[in-house]
């Protein structure tokens, strides 16, 4: 390969792995080796001015580039203002292999600065400058991967995009997001780890990049067969927090030719600030969700359920829509608890959260309100419309095998209370105690069934 001269600290070399090519010279030397074909110097406070143009005076017109221990949008911002040709980054193998590269491709461009021999433009990183921003200011995972999807599509055109997440087992991906022709099917597809282009970018954790994906064994055709799409390349980039992969960025199909080093540089560029944005969206959508969810059922708890019902009732009046209420508490629960444990108790809660969850509408809310009490919140549905559910629910309930899996066979009942706002009660306490009321009216009588409030 080319001989490069690489100006650099004691500390930045054992970065870097010596290599075939690679002339090591002081930080602040003025002049490289005779016969180097370009150089790299370290991005160091005070660098600049006079000892930059001498050096590029040196090289004779051969590629300038900068150097640093990791990438990120403020390394490549302040190479870009310093006028490098290339940048490079240790923190990833085969640094001699993309020097090469970048040497070649900067070789073939215009001198002037600014094009790190990747054609990143100003304006490019002034996207990345953007998403790096914006990135801080999103908590929401869903809201934050609609802008880093729409800025890679300005960044590097193609024909499609996506963003893969590892799911909690870390035993398969599923699509977060996709952009472009034939995607709608891919939002209900997983990926499993280490299969295809990436899962095995998100096992391994490198990136891929393939332009006749026919001729790699890891493309894996089932998901064009699925989705009627041709892939013909991909660029595929690990998304790395904490040191942990937590998916993957694809692009596929890249406009006007194939995909290069310098696409790669762009995308790893984007991709490690998103990874950590991504994560600690994450992390807090799962603390907040704490605040808000019953840990047993996984439904929400009776915070949430207050804050919930103020917040429809609003809608309601506003809308003059009506609201329902369902109240429901289990038949028999002590019983379970008594005759098998607490354990027991606890395993016929989350199934019965379950049937809930697998009965109700899409818009319908659910919570556990305490012991073995459950509401369900009806929008936009009158009484008539909640005697249906409920009574949809109560046979659920009934023709339930509980404790199954823990080879028994426990059968129980629920008892159940309707309110409906406005007939009945106008704030969230008065939906609650109305429906509670007409439950217990069933409870004295034979249990397991539905009345509405009075």
Same mark, same amino acid.
């Given at each position: ?24 010279v002081? #930080? ?6 005779? *016969?180097?074909?370009?150089? &790299?110097?370290?991005? @160091?406070? %005070? !660098?600049?001015? $006079? ?13 300038l ?9 403020? #390394? ?6 310093? *006028?490098?040709?290339?940048? &490079?980054?240790?923190? @990833?193998p %085969? !640094?001699?292999? $993309?020097l ?6 900067a ?18 990183l ?6 790096v ?5 999103i ?16 960044l ?24 472009g022709?034939?995607s709608?099917?891919?939002?209900k ?6 299969e ?8 391994s ?13 890891r ?6 067969h ?14 790395v ?5 937590i ?21 790893m560029?984007l ?6 944005a ?43 829509i ?13 019983a ?7 354990l ?9 959260g ?33 005697l249906?559910i409920?009574e ?43 429906a ?16 509405v409030?009075?």
């Amino acid at each position: 390969m080319a001989r490069v001269a690489v100006f650099a600290s004691s500390r930045l070399r054992r970065s870097l792995r010596d290599g075939e090519g690679l002339r090591f010279v002081e #930080a602040e030397a003025d002049a490289p080796p005779k *016969g180097c074909q370009g150089a &790299v110097v370290e991005l @160091r406070p %005070g !660098l600049g001015g $006079e000892r930059l143009d001498a050096l590029r005076a040196a090289l004779g017109g051969a590629p300038l580039g900068s150097v640093s221990r990791s990438t990120s949008a403020a #390394a490549l911002q302040r190479s870009v203002a310093l *006028g490098f040709d290339f940048h &490079v980054a240790c923190d @990833r193998p %085969g !640094l001699q292999r $993309e020097l090469k590269a970048r040497l070649q491709v900067a070789r073939a461009q215009p001198r002037g600065g600014g094009g790190f021999g990747l054609a990143v433009t100003r304006e490019r990183l002034q996207i990345l400058t953007d998403i790096v921003k914006t990135a801080n200011s999103i908590l929401e995972p869903d809201k934050l991967i609609d802008v880093i999807m729409g800025k890679i599509q300005v960044l590097i055109p193609s024909e499609a995009w996506s963003i893969l997440l590892v799911d909690e087992t870390r035993s398969y991906l599923s699509f977060a997001l996709a952009l472009g022709d034939k995607s709608s099917p891919l939002a209900k597809l997983k990926v499993k780890m280490g299969e295809g282009i990436a899962g095995w970018v998100a096992q391994s954790g490198e990136s891929l990049i393939v332009n006749d994906v026919h001729k790699d064994p890891r493309f894996a055709s089932k998901f064009d067969h699925q989705t009627q799409f041709h892939t013909r390349s991909i660029l595929c980039a690990p998304l790395v927090s904490r040191g942990r992969s937590i998916g993957v960025v694809e692009v596929l199909n890249k406009r006007g030719g194939d995909f290069s080093q310098a696409d790669l540089e762009l995308l790893m560029t984007l991709v490690e600030p998103c990874a950590i944005a991504i994560e600690n969206a994450q992390l807090f959508q799962r603390a907040e969700q704490l605040t808000v969810t019953d840990d047993l059922t996984r439904l929400f708890n009776s915070r949430y359920l207050t804050l919930y019902l103020e917040r429809e009732l609003t809608r309601c009046r506003r809308h003059g829509i009506p609201l329902s209420l369902v109240f429901l508490d289990l038949d028999g629960f002590k019983a379970v608890n008594d005759l098998y444990g607490h354990l027991a108790g606890s395993a016929t809660l989350t199934e019965v959260g379950r049937i809930l969850a697998d009965t109700v509408r899409e818009s319908d809310t659910l919570a556990r309100y305490g012991g073995d009490e459950f509401v369900v919140v009806l929008p936009e549905t009158p009484s008539s419309g909640a005697l249906v559910i409920a009574e949809r629910i109560r046979k659920a309930i009934e023709a339930h095998d509980f404790l199954a899996e823990q080879g028994l066979s426990v059968h129980i009942s629920a008892s159940f209370g309707i309110a409906c706002f406005p007939d009945h009660a106008q704030t969230p306490e008065g939906l609650v105690q109305k429906a509670d009321q007409a439950m217990y009216r069933v409870k004295e009588a034979n249990k397991n069934g539905v009345q509405v409030a009075r």
